[in-house]
């Protein structure tokens, strides 16, 4: 579970969130469950997989506001080993606020799609174990 609290340059006139950062919320919550599970940005820059976003999509159910805390849940939707969708469930307490989906592929630094499983098969254990949640 990641945590983000609203920041005030986050709010729009109206004293809620503007829908734009919900995305950006989704990479923070992307990124902590990476590192979570033992592959942070930093490494899997350093052994060469790239993540490219695909697609990104939310759906709005209720408005965050200043200082809320917005707590968001990141799962595994599907994996082929060579494309990856996660969603997410943010909540404020039990409220839930939004769900969110992206789906990500893998690729070395020319841009060539990398085979996880015979390349980094630790790594797609992982998401293997993830998925089957």
């Known amino acids: 579970m990641y945590r983000h609290i609203v920041q ?5 006139k109206m004293g809620i969130t503007h829908h734009s950062n919900y995305v950006r919320w989704m990479e923070e919550a992307r990124v902590d469950f990476l590192e979570k599970k ?16 695909l697609s990104v999509a939310s759906s709005y159910k209720k408005p965050s506001k200043f200082s809320d805390k917005v707590d968001i849940e990141v799962s595994v939707a599907e994996f082929s080993g ?3 969708k996660l969603v997410y469930k943010m909540f404020i307490g039990e409220t839930l606020i939004c769900e969110g989906e992206s789906s990500h592929c893998f690729v070395n630094e020319k841009g060539i799609p990398i085979r996880l499983k015979k390349e ?6 992982m998401l293997e174990e993830e998925l089957n949640k």
Do not use: H, M, N, Q
Request: charged share 25%; no cysteine.
């Open 8 to 12: 005030y340059y986050e709010t729009d």
């Open 38 to 53: 033992g592959w942070p940005f930093a490494r899997l820059e350093e052994e060469g997989i790239i993540s490219p976003v």
């Open 82 to 84: 060579v494309k990856l």
């Open 120 to 125: 980094f098969p630790d790594f797609y254990s």
